[in-house]
């Protein structure tokens, strides 16, 4: 199938189309347009050039194949409700095609990050019936966010070859690229430290989640109480964000920093000062991922950013290598969180900011 096809189906130019394949960070003039180009060239089962000629061909004078590639988001229902997922799942669409694979599934099923849900429900069932919907086009298949163990373990027997890209770890049940979340929330908490303070709270999962273990022990690490109260768990919204902030700010007791899990929170909760900016609680706020949104807020956020061209990078080629029958052991490739200085946080004895604004 041609970008002209795909071109036709969504009405743009055939360049639009070609720019959206090609390029995770084009930014289309219209909201939603990327997602629709990417569905139809999907439903078209669009095939890159070079695959294109595989497929008719077989296999290529240099012996290769063409792989179909599915893509499991488990951290979301929906296309746009992670904003951090969303980014780099643009760009693992546009490595597959680079890589001349074909992207023929994408699920949105947060139940596999929910150990709760997956312990009362039938998990061979639903793998089977995902299974069935892209029956001989399963090469392989990249898992985007937490997957409970079970989950992975039946999946395991679908796929040969499997790689999660997450922030915590499958304690190598698969391959996997792993941008530490321990890691990135000990960061996150240092430099909240560094900059005096010591009544800091977490929001965002806690259960089974690597950032908020990081979270504690780094605490503990300074000596520095963990109060319970400064504890929120959240499903990591933007919505939930501006409800915790509010929910504070009528609190009598509250941290003077606060590391949220995710950078969507902490913009909820930057959002909700915003609207209550006469208040005298302006805590100092830092989160973790990146996402494109943080340049655009103000203060501006301070974040720990996760290298998601790079996550995506290595996630296609672990998967390309293993289906070549190139390695067999489990293989992790970690990567690290750089830390991203904004105006977000400041010394704990300034206790407001003039500018919060989005």
Not at 56 to 84: C, E, W
Not at 103 to 110: C, E, G, I, Q, R
């Amino acid at each position: 199938m041609s970008i002209k096809k795909i071109a036709e189906k969504v009405g743009v130019s055939p360049a639009t189309v070609s720019r959206v394949l090609n390029n995770p960070n084009y930014r289309c003039s219209k909201e939603g347009l990327r997602d629709r180009i990417w569905k139809a060239a999907i439903e078209l089962n669009y095939v890159p050039n070079e695959a294109a000629r595989n497929l008719k061909m077989g296999i290529t004078q240099g012996g290769n194949k063409t792989y179909y590639v599915n893509v499991l988001m488990t951290r979301m229902d929906t296309a746009h409700s992670d904003p951090f997922f969303t980014e780099l799942l643009h760009v693992v669409e546009s490595e597959i095609h680079k890589n001349a694979c074909i992207l023929s599934k994408v699920w949105y099923m947060s139940i596999f990050s929910n150990d709760r849900k997956c312990r009362t429900s039938n998990l061979e069932e639903i793998i089977e019936d995902m299974y069935e919907e892209v029956k001989g086009k399963c090469d392989g298949l990249i898992i985007i966010g937490r997957c409970n163990k079970e989950a992975l373990r039946i999946l395991k027997k679908k796929y040969k070859s499997v790689v999660s890209v997450n922030r915590n770890s499958t304690n190598y049940e698969v391959d996997e690229v792993l941008c530490d979340g321990k890691k990135i929330a000990s960061i996150a908490v240092e430099h909240l430290i560094s900059l005096g303070h010591r009544n800091i709270g977490y929001v965002g999962e806690c259960h089974n989640e690597a950032r908020y273990v990081g979270y504690v022990e780094t605490l503990k690490k300074h000596e520095i109480d963990l109060y319970p109260e400064y504890v929120i768990e959240t499903k990591q919204t933007e919505a939930e964000g501006y409800d915790i902030m509010q929910q504070l700010l009528q609190s009598d007791d509250c941290p003077t920093g606060i590391y949220c899990a995710n950078d969507i929170t902490a913009v909820g909760m930057l959002k909700c000062l915003n609207k209550f900016r006469n208040r005298l609680y302006t805590p100092s706020i830092i989160s973790s991922d990146d996402i494109e949104e943080d340049q655009y807020t103000k203060p501006m956020l301070t974040t720990v950013r996760l290298p998601k061209d790079e996550m995506a990078q290595f996630a296609l080629y672990l998967l390309l290598d293993h289906m070549k029958g190139g390695h067999r052991s489990v293989v992790r490739t970690e990567l690290e969180g750089r830390l991203m200085i904004r105006n977000s946080c400041a010394d704990v004895s300034e206790s407001m900011w003039s500018d919060y604004s989005i």
